[in-house]
């Protein structure tokens, strides 16, 4: 997601926040709202005493208050793939500073953006943890929905374009209005064999939030190349290769077990928690 300079006044967080127990998602984008709003609503064994603010993009957020809930920024961006290329958001790994001069500490979805923190202070880098801590505690069964159609939601650029034509030809494949969220999202996704994922720009690295949206919707995901340590086989498939319902079956549990199942969005907020003074 790009967020031009210009369009980027830092605000405080919105008075309707997502709510679960004693953690707020807060966010201003409509589609961080939205993985806002799913964080809120899923089944989270979230920790409690303590008021704290999760800021899902917290480059966006005003600088931190003299007191006030923990706040925790949800860093959702992609600075760098698995191999270390920059990816469209490297250049906010200049504002990472900011983010941690806002908030108490930060949970950073992909273990490979660690190097654009290297530059800032080590008191700076011991406040952040790393990794797709996104998952909840209590994930649903596997959905085979009812027909063979896979969905794809998001923004289009040229490659994902080129990309949907290509699989297209192959087998079928629905692309969603821009702009379709929440209920209406799942109601869309619910008798599809699969969730699409297509990468934004050339590169291997993992889209957490949409993995996210898969496993609430009990559906596998077929993607593009996924960074480690998820395996194309085992734990998502390949977009164009076939697969019968016993397969997806299989490959939906063991993201699930293996990966899902690890990284729980409880257990990076108490990581998180654990770095920040009471």
């Known amino acids: 997601m790009r967020w031009p300079r210009a369009l980027r006044a830092l605000r405080e967080p919105p008075a309707a926040a997502f709510a679960q127990g004693d953690v707020a998602f807060c966010a201003h984008h409509p589609i961080l709202r939205d993985l806002a709003a799913t964080l809120g609503g899923a089944a989270y064994?979230?920790?409690?005493?303590?008021?704290?603010?999760?800021?899902?993009?917290?480059?966006?957020?005003?600088?931190?208050?003299?007191?006030?809930?923990?706040?925790?920024?949800?860093?959702?961006?992609?600075?760098?793939?698995?191999?270390?290329?920059?990816?469209?958001?490297?250049?906010l790994g200049r504002e990472l500073g900011g983010m941690l001069g806002r908030c108490d500490a930060v949970l950073d979805l992909s273990p490979f953006n660690a190097p654009a923190y290297d530059r800032l202070p080590a008191a700076d880098r011991g406040r952040v943890v790393f990794g797709p801590f996104i998952f909840p505690d209590h994930a649903p069964a596997f959905d085979p929905g009812t027909g063979p159609e896979l969905v794809f939601f998001g923004a289009i650029n040229p490659r994902r374009a080129a990309a949907l034509d290509r699989i297209a030809a192959r087998r079928p494949v629905?692309?969603?209005?821009?702009?379709?969220?929440?209920?209406?999202?799942m109601a869309a996704i619910a008798p599809a064999a699969g969730i699409l994922n297509l990468h934004y720009a050339d590169g291997t690295y993992t889209e957490a939030p949409r993995l996210l949206t898969a496993l609430?919707?009990?559906?596998?995901?077929?993607?593009?190349?996924?960074?480690?340590?998820?395996?194309?086989?085992?734990?998502?498939?390949?977009?164009?290769?076939?697969?019968?319902?016993?397969?997806?079956?299989?490959?939906?549990?063991?993201?699930?077990?293996?990966?899902?199942?690890?990284?729980?969005?409880?257990?990076?907020?108490?990581?998180?928690?654990?770095?920040?003074?009471?």
């Open 174 to 185: 629905r692309v969603l209005p821009a702009g379709t969220f929440g209920a209406a999202l």
């Open 45 to 91: 064994d979230l920790p409690r005493g303590r008021a704290i603010e999760v800021l899902v993009g917290a480059h966006d957020f005003a600088r931190r208050r003299a007191a006030g809930p923990a706040r925790i920024a949800l860093q959702t961006e992609q600075l760098a793939d698995a191999g270390g290329s920059p990816l469209w958001a490297a250049r």
């Open 216 to 278: 609430l919707a009990g559906k596998p995901v077929h993607s593009e190349p996924l960074a480690p340590p998820l395996e194309v086989g085992r734990h998502y498939l390949d977009p164009e290769a076939a697969a019968d319902e016993n397969t997806r079956a299989a490959v939906f549990a063991a993201f699930r077990d293996e990966l899902a199942a690890r990284h729980r969005l409880s257990a990076g907020i108490a990581r998180s928690m654990s770095l920040i003074p009471r």
